[in-house]
């Protein structure tokens, strides 16, 4: 009963993070290269895990990874083919993608209920939970942009409109530092709002003792 209730539970939830992603979508406009802020769509994933523990919650994340490279088709499909990272295609390349941008990222929103059995005060538990979850996709998204990417960023720090000092950073820095820092920066200016407003709504969230309950 209690697998059949977890499963059932775990399922209902995703799809609710599917739901509020896709609203999210027909209000807040994407990224130019693949990202976008959402209406708190990964709350639940970690709301899976706050309520049935962190190895189940990684169970649930990684199936939301699958999940999210379905939405993600085009994108994935994209990344196969030539001219996507360059000359040629790079298969390689394109499978790290989908390792670090979808199975890791967001199979690790299953860390969200790590202290549920450390901080007694559920809605800071689930808030710190959020922010972990949350920031460990961040810094996955990070990894990705920096073994993928980084060569846009003298471009992205040189486009018309950017603040003069990004001129100087590509200036100043390595290409390595500065490709690091151009994936901090293009994922920050989505995932940090994403941290923030998430963490927000955890706390409003677990004053209705119901949904905060701990199930295993």
């Known amino acids: 009963m209690n697998n059949t209730r977890r499963l059932t539970e775990s399922a209902m939830l995703i799809a609710l993070g599917v739901v509020l992603e896709y609203a999210g979508r027909m209000v807040i406009p994407p990224m130019p290269f693949g990202g976008q802020l959402t209406l708190v769509s990964m709350l639940p994933i970690v709301l899976i895990s706050y309520r049935h523990g962190v190895k189940w919650g990684l169970t649930a994340g990684f199936a939301y990874s699958l999940v999210q490279m ?4 085009d994108t ?9 990272f360059g000359d040629g295609t790079m ?6 993608m989908c390792l670090l941008d979808y199975v890791l990222a967001y199979t690790l929103l299953g860390l969200g209920g790590i202290f549920r059995d450390k901080i007694s005060n559920r809605g800071m538990a689930l808030m710190a939970g959020s922010l972990v979850a949350l920031g460990a996709r961040y810094l996955a998204h990070i990894l990705s942009g920096y073994i993928l990417f980084a060569s846009y960023a003298e471009w992205f720090f040189t486009q018309e409109g950017f603040p003069a ?7 100043t820095m390595s290409p390595s530092a500065l490709g690091l820092l151009y994936s901090v920066v293009y994922n920050g200016m989505y995932m940090v709002p994403e941290m923030i407003l998430t963490a927000i709504v955890a706390v409003l969230i677990a004053r209705v003792p119901k949904i905060v309950t701990k199930i295993s």
């Open 91 to 96: 298969v390689v390349n394109a499978l790290a």
């Open 165 to 171: 000092w990004g001129a100087r950073l590509v200036e």
């Open 76 to 84: 994935v499909t994209a990344a196969f083919q030539p001219g996507y």
């Open 70 to 73: 379905a939405m993600g088709a």
